[in-house]
Structure formats: C-alpha cells, structure tokens
C-alpha cells in the first residue's frame, strides 16, 4: 500500500498514541487493585500490541489484508459478581476508580484520533481497516465503562 505524506504522518502519529496506550495499560494492570480490573488492562495491552504490529505493517509497506485478527478481550460480565459497591469506599476502590477514569479517558481520544484519520485516508481499504481498529477501541470503552458501572464507580 503506498501512502501518502500525510497519511503516513497520520499513521506515525496513531503509532505513538498506541504505544502510549500499551504503556499504560501494561502499568494500570501492575497497579489494579482487583485482580480482574488487572487482567482486563492486560488484555486490553495485548489487543493494543496488535494494532501497532498492524499499523508499522501498513508504515513498512506490506499488505495487512487477510492478516491475523488482534487478540480479543474476554466479555466478562462484570455486573455478576462486582468487587465492589456502589456504596464501598477505600484506598483500593479509589485506585482501581482512578484508573479506569483515566483509561476511558484515553480510549475516548484515541477514538477520536481514529475517526479524523479515518476521513483523511485516501483509500477504502486503508479507511477499513483504520475502522476496525477504531472499532476495538470503542469496544475497549465499553469493557472499562462496564466494570466501573458495576463497580459504583460511574454515575
């Protein structure tokens, strides 16, 4: 796939914010309190490790057409048995709090990233693919609103 100057100064700049995001998501897995709050910032580093491997695909050239799909994020139903409650307080819920607001922060602006690059690319296949991964990271949103909903810990 051939780029364009500005698709692939788009694409180094998407690159960045995905290592921002494995980054982070590999510390707030070290620092969770809740031992399922951990795993799910693990696996949520994992599938942010597949789409730098896609987007340094595209940067080098090569086709990612057909190529293996990200690792996936267990849909685990966090409502069924929450760690904590609404009405809960500590050090450790005020943590795992902090860490789930920050990451869904981040998840909303690498979206948004995504969706302004998405309008910018010049071909439907480069804009497909940016989708799909904009797509994980809304998805990404979810997972973390979901155990902050039935954590007490989203209003």
């Not at 982070?24 to 795993?39: I, S």
């Not at 996936?72 to 409502?79: A, H, I, L, M, Y």
Request: with cysteine; net charge negative.
């Amino acid at each position: 796939m051939v780029l364009t100057q500005k698709e692939s100064m788009l694409l180094n700049d998407l690159k960045t914010q995905e290592q921002t995001c494995i980054e982070k998501y590999e510390r707030y897995a070290a620092d969770a309190c809740d031992r399922r709050l951990g795993t799910l910032f693990w696996d949520l580093s994992q599938v942010e490790r597949g789409h730098l491997s896609k987007i340094n695909a595209i940067l080098a050239g090569k086709d990612v057409t057909g190529s293996a799909e990200s690792p996936s994020v267990p849909n685990e139903d966090f409502k069924d048995n929450p760690t904590y409650t609404a009405m809960s307080e500590g050090e450790d819920k005020n943590t795992d709090s902090y860490l789930c607001q920050d990451a869904l922060q981040m998840e909303k602006h690498v979206s948004s990233i995504y969706d302004t690059v998405i309008f910018e690319c010049t071909t439907q296949e480069l804009r497909d693919l940016l989708a799909e991964i904009q797509r994980d990271e809304q998805n990404h949103g979810k997972r973390i609103y979901d155990y902050m909903s039935a954590n007490g810990m989203y209003s």
